[in-house]
Structures are given as C-alpha cells and as structure tokens.
C-alpha cells in the first residue's frame, strides 16, 4: 500500500528565510504533485514531476523529484508572507491518475 | 487545462438526510474522482466514477453511503447518505484531461451536518 510522509506538518518561518518541506513515499510512482491551499479554498497545483532528477522552479518554490531515494522537495527561498498556506504533495498510485496525499505542511511566514 | 465547477458550494444538513452534489468539467474526461477532506486533515480518494461503468470504490468507502453517477464524460454526481456529524467535510471532484498531466480540482463542497 502506497503512503506518503510530509514533513514537517507546521512550519513557522520569518520572512527572508529559507526552508525546505520533504515528502516522502513508500512504493515506486511515476507521477508527484505539490499542491497548495489557502483556508476555505480548494487545491491550486503548483507542479507536476514525472522523472528521476527532475527539478522544477516557480517564483520563490523549487520542486525536485528524487525517484530512487522516493523522495521530494519543496524548497522556499527568500519566504514571503504571501506564501502563507498549507502545502500537500500527492502520488500517484500504480498505473492509475488515483492520488494519495501526504498530511500536508501547514506553512506561516511571519514578519 | 480544465474548469471544474462544484454544486452546491456549501450546505448544512440534518442527520440522516442525504445530499447530492455534482460535478461538472468544461471539456470530455475519462476518469473523474471524488475526494473528501475533513476538519483539518489532507485528502483521501472516496472513488473513481467512470463513464458506462460502476464507479471504484476505496477501502473504507462504500456504494451504499457514498453512491456516484457518471451519465456522461463531463459530468458526475457522490451522494453523501444518511449524513451523521462524522461526514462534515468538504468534497472535492478532481480530473485530469489527456493533453497533459495535471490534475485539477474542483472548488468543494463544504457539508455540515448537524
């Protein structure tokens, strides 16, 4: 049964600083997604990583894929208060478009 | 990419009623998913509704409680049955279209039931 660890599941950090969330999961997948969510507010994608090393960028957010170790992360640089949100990452189960969710990172960036 | 809309955004039911909601994708899927979300906690898979078929149902979940539709390739509808306080959650429809691999998600429905 495929799971999936996020850590850490609370992340305080002071603007400017940088820090990275892991996920981490059990069985080969060929598929990870990170997603975001703000409070009362549905998922937004923020990447898709399909291969082994495969390293993806948007703004202050860099996604890597690590498919040997079953290991992502997601590094924020430089934190602004505008990334304030709960962070998740999903695998995908087997030969299939079924996601299962890490517990998510509850992320506050603080002045 | 595809648009997803939700019906209803939110309801508050008594226990032991029973709520539909539906899911409408602006373009023709194959696969669409049901997700729940509780109080505070990530997402768990409810089922996979597909076209012409009966949907799939995840360990814990079953058809009676949980029963789906999926008449056509835009559209689907999870019944949430006989509601107790332990099915206040919000539910999300995702899918995922063949030009890409993103998956997209629904606004939710946000269900309390009291």
């Known amino acids: 049964e495929l799971k999936v660890e996020q850590n850490p599941l609370f992340l305080s950090m002071q603007e400017g600083k940088n820090y990275t969330i892991y996920c981490n999961y059990s069985t080969t997948s060929d598929r990870l997604y990170w997603y975001r969510q703000d409070p009362g507010k549905s998922l937004e994608s923020l990447f898709v990583l399909l291969s082994n090393g495969a390293v993806k960028q948007e703004g202050r957010l860099m996604a890597s894929l690590d498919t040997k170790a079953r290991l992502s992360t997601l590094h924020i640089t430089a934190a602004v208060h505008d990334l304030s949100a709960t962070y998740f990452c999903?695998?995908?189960?087997?030969?299939?478009?079924?996601?299962?969710f890490g517990t998510g990172t509850r992320l506050q960036v603080f002045p | 990419s595809a648009v997803i809309s939700q019906k209803p955004s939110r309801d508050i039911c008594q226990r032991g009623t029973s709520l539909t909601i539906q899911c409408q994708v602006d373009s023709q899927v194959t696969m669409m998913f049901w997700y729940r979300q509780q109080p505070g906690q990530s997402l768990t898979l409810i089922a996979t509704a597909n076209q012409g078929s009966e949907a799939t149902y995840e360990s814990g979940f079953v058809i009676d409680k949980f029963p789906i539709s999926r008449p056509n390739l835009t559209f689907s509808t999870l019944t949430v049955s006989n509601m107790s306080p332990e099915d206040s959650s919000i539910y999300l429809c995702s899918t995922r279209t063949d030009l890409s691999y993103e998956q997209y998600f629904g606004p939710g429905t946000r269900l309390t039931v009291t």
């Open positions: 999903a695998v995908v189960s087997g030969n299939t478009d079924k996601l299962i």
